[in-house]
């Protein structure tokens, strides 16, 4: 019995826990017809799977985080094995507390509708990496490739190399109908692009390292960037403007812009927040913040250069979270830089904590960042 709360448009919903389920002779429960949007099916999950005798689920990581507040007590649910997870990288607390207060597994996986829905996961029965996405499938093939500037193929990476991540086999399209969006979808020999970066171990477990395009994933929604810079371009007032996701405990991502001014124009964020949520057609692509800056961060041949704003992203995110250990008179600041196995790493740079205190600083800073797929360390400094 497989519990279904994504939104039937979501090509998980219909394959995962919908057609295969059916092709193994099981049965599927829709949770009403908003699913988890439901806050009543958030509330009474744990006595709907002990009702239906559910044996799965799948959901994403905001679900999973959500769970955590809805006591298990009360409710038998032994029948449920294990529940899938992917559309965004898991954050490891939630993982681990997530298992430790209900039993159940999590079998994170990765797969996009090009190649439906499912390229690789963590196996049930064998070894489980927390915060990996698994090992590929059978019959799907998978490997990390290095591109040139112009997007073409160049080769293979190597053991822990981040590259792109691309997929072939008999679950991948054959193409779209719109024909010259093919030309940016494969790359040589039928292999798909899938636009994401990560890297493979030399067990051959993959790991996610960021994206190679610029979509913000709320909540397992893709939201298109373009759909907010291009309201916010229409403003008198501003003469560039970015979208970037800003990391969210519960949402996973949330849409933040970075914009730059006309010279003698004035603006305010908040001025310029009310008016994206009048331009963009879907509420929730307004952005949740918006900064005014000097100057944006161009490449050499001058396009906006968004990593240094999602970097940017996330030591906002991570500096707010923090404040509250800050009231001590304790000083931090976060550094956000590239690094070349994890992908994105968060410096947390403390001051002013007294030897015999920094275990206990450490392990609230660790476990308040926890909450987010971020690679995190913490470095003392003087002063």
Same mark, same amino acid.
């Given at each position: 019995?497989?519990?279904? #709360?994504?939104?039937?448009?979501?090509?998980?919903? +219909?394959?995962?826990?919908?057609?295969?389920?059916?092709?193994?002779?099981?049965?599927?429960?829709?949770?009403?017809?908003? #699913?988890?949007?439901?806050?009543?099916?958030?509330?009474?999950?744990?006595? !709907?799977?002990?009702?239906?005798?559910?044996?799965?689920?799948?959901?994403?990581?905001?679900?999973?985080?959500?769970?955590?507040?809805? %006591?298990?007590?009360?409710?038998?649910?032994?029948?449920?094995?294990?529940?899938?997870?992917?559309?965004?990288?898991?954050?490891?607390?939630?993982?681990?507390?997530?298992?430790?207060?209900?039993?159940?597994?999590?079998?994170?996986?990765?797969?996009?509708?090009?190649?439906?829905?499912?390229?690789?996961?963590?196996?049930?029965?064998?070894?489980?990496?927390?915060?990996?996405?698994?090992?590929?499938?059978?019959?799907?093939?998978?490997?990390?490739?290095?591109?040139?500037?112009?997007?073409?193929?160049?080769?293979?990476?190597?053991?822990?190399?981040?590259? +792109?991540?691309?997929?072939?086999?008999?679950?991948?399209?054959?193409?779209?109908?719109?024909?010259?969006?093919?030309?940016?979808?494969?790359? $040589?020999?039928?292999?798909?692009?899938? #636009?994401?970066?990560?890297?493979?171990?030399?067990?051959?477990?993959?790991?996610?390292?960021?994206?190679?395009?610029?979509?913000?994933?709320?909540?397992?929604?893709?939201?298109?960037?373009?759909?907010?810079? $291009?309201?916010?371009?229409?403003? %008198?007032?501003?003469?560039?403007?970015?979208?970037?996701?800003? %990391?969210?405990?519960?949402?996973? /991502?949330?849409?933040?812009?970075?914009?730059?001014?006309?010279?003698?124009?004035?603006?305010?964020? /908040?001025?310029?927040?009310?008016?994206?949520?009048?331009?963009?057609?879907?509420?929730?692509?307004?952005?949740?913040?918006? +900064?005014?800056?000097?100057?944006?961060?161009?490449?050499?041949? *001058?396009?906006?250069?968004?990593?240094?704003?999602?970097?940017?992203?996330?030591?906002?995110?991570?500096?707010?979270?923090? $404040?509250?250990?800050?009231?001590? #008179?304790?000083?931090?600041?976060?550094?956000?830089?590239?690094? $070349?196995?994890? *992908?994105?790493?968060?410096?947390?740079?403390?001051?002013?904590?007294?030897?015999?205190?920094?275990?206990?600083?450490?392990?609230? !800073?660790?476990?308040?960042?926890?909450?987010?797929?971020?690679?995190?360390? +913490?470095?003392?400094?003087?002063?």
């Amino acid at each position: 019995m497989a519990l279904l #709360g994504l939104p039937l448009f979501h090509a998980n919903a +219909v394959m995962v826990t919908g057609l295969a389920p059916f092709l193994a002779g099981a049965s599927t429960v829709l949770l009403s017809p908003a #699913g988890y949007r439901n806050p009543l099916v958030i509330r009474d999950f744990w006595k !709907i799977v002990m009702r239906y005798r559910a044996t799965l689920f799948s959901a994403v990581p905001t679900v999973y985080a959500a769970l955590l507040d809805v %006591p298990v007590e009360g409710a038998d649910i032994r029948s449920l094995r294990y529940g899938t997870c992917g559309a965004a990288p898991m954050p490891v607390e939630v993982f681990r507390a997530f298992e430790r207060r209900s039993g159940v597994k999590i079998l994170e996986g990765y797969g996009l509708t090009e190649a439906t829905v499912a390229s690789s996961a963590n196996p049930l029965y064998g070894e489980r990496r927390v915060g990996s996405i698994g090992l590929r499938l059978p019959y799907q093939a998978m490997k990390v490739v290095r591109l040139d500037e112009r997007g073409r193929y160049e080769r293979d990476c190597v053991t822990n190399e981040i590259g +792109v991540i691309a997929v072939k086999g008999p679950n991948v399209t054959p193409g779209y109908v719109h024909r010259p969006m093919n030309e940016a979808l494969f790359l $040589e020999d039928g292999w798909l692009d899938t #636009g994401d970066l990560g890297r493979q171990d030399a067990e051959g477990y993959f790991w996610l390292a960021g994206r190679a395009k610029d979509m913000i994933k709320r909540g397992g929604h893709i939201i298109d960037p373009a759909m907010i810079e $291009e309201g916010l371009h229409r403003h %008198p007032a501003v003469a560039f403007a970015a979208a970037v996701g800003k %990391p969210d405990a519960y949402a996973g /991502e949330l849409p933040m812009a970075y914009v730059t001014l006309k010279a003698q124009a004035a603006a305010t964020p /908040e001025a310029l927040a009310e008016w994206s949520r009048m331009q963009v057609a879907e509420p929730a692509a307004a952005p949740n913040e918006i +900064v005014i800056l000097d100057a944006m961060p161009m490449t050499a041949i *001058g396009k906006i250069y968004k990593p240094a704003l999602r970097q940017d992203a996330i030591r906002r995110a991570f500096e707010a979270e923090l $404040e509250p250990i800050t009231q001590g #008179g304790i000083g931090i600041a976060v550094v956000v830089e590239n690094h $070349e196995v994890h *992908g994105t790493l968060a410096i947390v740079n403390v001051r002013s904590v007294p030897e015999g205190q920094r275990d206990t600083v450490q392990e609230r !800073i660790l476990r308040t960042l926890g909450r987010y797929p971020i690679r995190t360390e +913490v470095r003392w400094r003087s002063g």
